[in-house]
């Protein structure tokens, strides 16, 4: 949903989680924190670097166990000190639960909920739903062909059970493909490879026929919510491009066995379907303007959060991380009028300045809180 929206397979315990308050000791460089929150809005003004990002990290953590480019645990923890606390107070409906991490250096970070340890980190992933939305999300765009197809997959994972087995079982058949294939200077067993291709045909036929049809009915929601923002006449798409379009994968990987061994792994099959991005029928990452990529990448991860939503998936907590900048104020206003709407639950906005959300938080008529964030510090804000 330039967006991370990095959301896990979520299983469904509550229609909606709201997170009210939190306390930080020593995560990164927020020293010490205790904040409560808006159910609905809550928007982060600062200069980059002073910690705005790091508050949106540690909610991502809370509901992950783990930050959200993937850094150490050691890295999050503030220089000078050996140890990193969080704990919040999440609501469920009418029920209050107590989350809380603590992370040591050189030592199996703790999490708790509601004081009791759990014995796997595992058994704590997906109670707390959440989407998060940031500039490393422009991979989408400007990234590889693998980029995409985790994008896809994620989103069809959470709500179809079978596509998240075939996509399992496709790459571990894949892997004994390629093993084979590596064997060039010793003799194989033709009937091995027959036995691997037939598999890859039965699972990749699979995987093929679902992302097809999740383009087909993601594509009219994700144009509407690009046409929400923008409110201009640009033409976008979503296209799904795959070998086994009018073609069966069995056939295509016996032709290419030969070529496959020479090289040592597998050039056909759905581990190369690509998905493309195109506005007026061009590829975005070749003709886009920051600002279309932004917002063509906005409207994407809003489309998929609705999608997941309408698909049964509990309502996540969102985060938009800097999503803003390259924008004018009308695709702004565009954008916050959207989230505010009720389906989207809680919300979380950072941006450097007030220039735009100001005007437009004035004619809300719902719940939100302003924050200003200085060298890891937050004080609460009125609108002036």
Known sequence: MYFCTHTTKIKVYFDKVIIERISILNFKNIEQADLEFSPKMNCLFGNNGMGKTNLLDALYYLSFCKNYTNLPDSQLIKHDQDFAVLQAGYLFEDKSEDIYCGIKRKQRKTFKRNKKEYERLSEHIGLLPLVMICPADSDLIRGGSDERRKFTDIVISQYDKEYLHALIQYNKVLQQRNSLLKEYDNPVDPSLFDIWEEQLDFFGEQIFRKRGKFVQDFRPIFREFHQNICQESETVDLEYESQLNGAKLKDLLQQK?????????????????????????????????????????????????????????STPILLLDDVFDKLDEKRVEQIVKLVAQPQFGQIFITDTNRKYLDKILQKMDHDYKLFHVENGEFKEMNIT
């Open 257 to 313: 066995r030969e070529r496959d061994r020479l090289i040592g792994f597998t050039t056909a099959g759905i581990h190369k379907d690509d998905f493309n991005f195109t506005i007026g029928g061009y590829l975005m990452r070749k003709t886009g303007s920051q600002g279309q990529n932004k917002t063509y990448l906005i409207a994407l991860k809003l489309a998929q959060f609705n999608f997941l939503v309408k698909a049964g998936v």
